[in-house]
Nanobody
Framework: QVQLVESGGGLVQPGGSQRLSCAASGSIRRIYTMGWYRQAPGKQRELVATITSDGSTNYSDSVKGRFTISRDNAKNTVYLQMNGLKPEDTAVYYC????????WGQGTQVTVSS
């Protein structure tokens, strides 16, 4: 079994910053891609950012230049540094890892509001 534990969500004011973490444990083999997705109320889950095992990154246009994804392979952990947060970034954020299968975290709520 694989467990993903996310942390770092909460309430933040517009323009603020927040850092999400997601640690994988259990039957971990080689992790290819790690990523973050989000789902706002009434909307489909969407890609935020991904990072491959060699460090190549991909961002959605809506977060490019504001969010930074990184990973620590020794800790099987992926991070999402979010700067310049906007109300439209409000969503439940899910981490995802891809090995031979795809695994999801339980989600962490991020609310951007004054």
């Amino acid at each position: 079994q694989v467990q993903l534990v996310e942390s770092g969500g909460g309430l933040v004011q517009p323009g603020g910053s927040q850092r999400l973490s997601c640690a994988a444990s259990g039957s971990i083999r080689r992790i290819y891609t790690m990523g973050w997705y989000r789902q706002a109320p009434g909307k489909q889950r969407e890609l935020v950012a991904t990072i491959t095992s060699d460090g190549s990154t991909n961002y959605s246009d809506s977060v490019k230049g504001r969010f930074t994804i990184s990973r620590d392979n020794a800790k099987n952990t992926v991070y999402l540094q979010m700067n310049g947060l906007k109300p439209e970034d409000t969503a439940v954020y899910y981490c995802n890892i891809r090995m031979l299968g795809s695994y999801w975290g339980q989600g962490t709520q991020v609310t951007v509001s004054s």
